[in-house]
């Protein structure tokens, strides 16, 4: 703990690491918006529309995050370090986030029409069409609020105020308008339109502000920009296989009460999981540039998320127990299960996204990643049909457990590996 005080004390004092301490604080403030207002309405939701509304609301979420993971493709990741890197030259960057934009427009279309067709042929998902469709506004959402940009240039502050506000508007709406079961469609459409104003805002900052220009689309350079994040994207969109599909499984198992049950018990684990992503967004165009700073990052962030992982286990009654009306009492366990999760997926991220991603290892974090996604596949099958919400929260904190021993045991071995070489090159 010594050297993670004393390494973060000589960070602290350059300019690095005065830049790391304005965006944990803005990112912080942002992220404050993402899991704060949730909290504030999630009493209020929980005794309107109930565990079935919840349940909807839930299984609608793990149908879009396909189409939103396809129509981000990695790109918050592989743009932001592309910008990261390039960040002086105003022609290189406008380059990158021209691309950017128009090949997640790409795909957003492409999404919105297999989404379309999906909903033609699946006959829960024509039960369940308004809600799905209203959710899937999440992604142009997500396409004009690119908060990626932001943290690449490592400029947070100029859309955290505006997005509070926008978030904070849009919450008291919840109130106002959400009063019977039937008005849980709302949610997701508020949720959305907090999205569109903080886009709108954020691409006058990029356009006008800082004359970023969006140059005309070329086909030949979106297939490349799509091409060169494919492996960041398969190892975005893998852990749906055991993650969003076992919420999609349990729809079909279990049904909606089942689905809000689950979604319960993992509000708080996705809270904790934003929080630990504001360390991880921080540092990762800074350990683009300096990546012989990323042990003290690893020990900061494995440590944290092991502490907030014990609270979640042994706060869960109480947490469950003010937070939602007493339907919600099966959610208790869960919470505690899917609370391991935390300190499962720091650690991956640790030495995944903020270690192989940013050496170039994707091709090899994206067959770990999908190894382990596959065996999350099979198992959730057996583990929900027998189990119910139960067997959905053991088999995702079980993948999530097989995937971060993968990736921390290859990236130790690169770790190792780079350290022999740089030792016999000083020799």
Known sequence: ??????????????????????NFGYLSLLQIAGYIFPLITMPYLARVIGVEGFGKIAFASAIVVWFQ????????????????KNRDDKEKVSEIFSNVLWARCLLMIVSFLLLLLAIFIVPIFRENYAVILVTFLLVPGHIMFPDWFFQAMERMKYITILNL???LFFTILVFVFIKEKNDFILQPLFTTLGF????????????YKWQIKIKRPVLTSILSTINGSTDVFINNIMPNLYNSFSVMLLGFFGG??????LDAGNRFVSISQQFMNIISRTFF??????????SSFAKLSIYTSLIITILLFITAPWLIRLFFTNEFKGSILLLQILSISVFFITTRNVYGINFMIIEGFEKQLRNLITIGSIIGFMSSFPLIYYFNHLGAAINIVLTQAVMCLLVTYRAKKIIKSKNQINYSQEI
């Open 165 to 167: 506000l926008s978030k």
């Open 285 to 294: 165009p800074f350990l683009s540039r300096r990546i012989d700073k990323h």
């Open 256 to 261: 909606p009460v089942s689905n809000g049950l």
């Open 1 to 22: 703990m010594f050297d993670i005080k004393k390494n973060f004390n000589r960070i602290q004092k350059s300019k690095d690491g005065r830049t790391l301490a304005a």
């Open 196 to 207: 569109i104003v903080s886009g709108i805002i954020s691409m006058y900052v990029i356009l």
């Open 69 to 84: 993971t396809v129509a981000d493709w990695g790109f918050n990741y592989t743009a932001t370090r592309d910008v990261a």
